[in-house]
């Protein structure tokens, strides 16, 4: 697909130059060290997770183009959260809205948390999870041979299972300490797996959304599960609370793991800045 991308911009008489990556991080790694110049832009093509490195490769830059180079998002990865959001549908989609050249800004989420005791930060477009979402994305990634529904999988057997974590949550300062089964912290309204986890979310409010769900009975969860397959109607339901926030914090008294779009990063504790309007994207 890339190259095919390479020839349609070509055509439209736009320079591209193709980086491919290797491992995880490779992204970052690229983007952090590219020489721009004025009038650059850059073109994710994959999933969540790889516009999620290209994003953080971009803002840890020191220099004057961390703020100012804008990124086109080209659905082609196993999940394409903030492609859905926007409706972008392929990568002739992707290609037009470059050439029409219409940008919006995009809220950032900057992510602090801990891998093999240092401190890491990665900056987050889409969500950011803790509790059964993250038990379900492990166990999914282990049955990717299955697909699609390998999240729908993961997340029955982790129902199942019914783990449920202790934490202390500040919300801007105002703390929560109570069990959870689950927080859904979003940047856009949908998942991964194209579950609507957020249906209020917006990528330029200035705030991330948090549903925050309690020790409820496994009964409750498989309930809340099927209001999320139908459009995101779990916010309506009694069991779970609703929040916007700037700054989130998350404590346990042990490492839980934590997920950043989509992918499986490190462990809390964990702490969220929204930077408003950080980002330009091809809109």
């Known amino acids: 697909i890339s190259h095919l991308i390479s020839k349609d911009l070509e055509e439209s008489k736009i320079e591209s130059v193709l980086y491919f990556t290797e491992r995880s991080g490779h992204a970052e790694e690229i983007v952090s060290k590219l020489n721009f110049q004025d009038g650059d832009a850059l073109m994710s093509v994959g999933g969540d997770g790889t ?45 037009q809205r470059v050439l029409n050249g219409r940008l919006r800004k995009m809220d950032i989420g900057k992510v602090t948390f801990m891998d093999e005791g240092e401190k890491q930060v990665r900056f987050s477009h889409n969500l950011v999870g803790w509790g059964l979402g993250v038990d379900a994305n492990i166990l999914a990634e282990k049955m990717r041979f299955l697909g699609q529904i390998r999240y729908d999988l993961g997340s029955l057997m982790s129902i199942i299972r019914g783990k449920v974590r202790k934490a202390k ?53 498989l309930k809340l599960f099927n209001q999320l397959k139908a459009a995101g109607s779990h916010v309506w339901n009694p069991n779970v609370e609703y929040y916007r926030f700037q700054n989130l914090v998350i404590e346990t008294e042990e490492p839980t793991a934590i997920n950043v779009d989509g992918e499986n990063l490190g462990t809390t504790p964990l702490e969220i800045d929204v930077i408003a309007s950080a980002l330009k994207v091809f809109h």
Request: with cysteine; aromatic share 6%; charged share 20%.
């Open 169 to 221: 949550c500040y919300v801007d300062g105002n703390l929560i300490d109570s069990s959870f089964i689950l927080l859904l912290i979003q940047n856009t309204k949908t998942g991964g797996d194209r579950l609507t986890l957020a249906p209020m979310a917006h990528v330029d409010d200035g705030k991330m959304d948090l549903g925050v769900i309690y020790h409820i009975s496994r009964f409750q969860v």
């Open 51 to 95: 516009l999620s490195e290209i994003i953080t490769g971009l803002l840890k830059r020191e220099d004057s183009y961390s703020g100012k180079i804008p990124v086109s998002i080209v659905p082609s990865g196993s999940g394409n959260s903030q492609a859905n959001d926007m409706e972008i549908t392929d990568y002739l989609d992707s290609i």
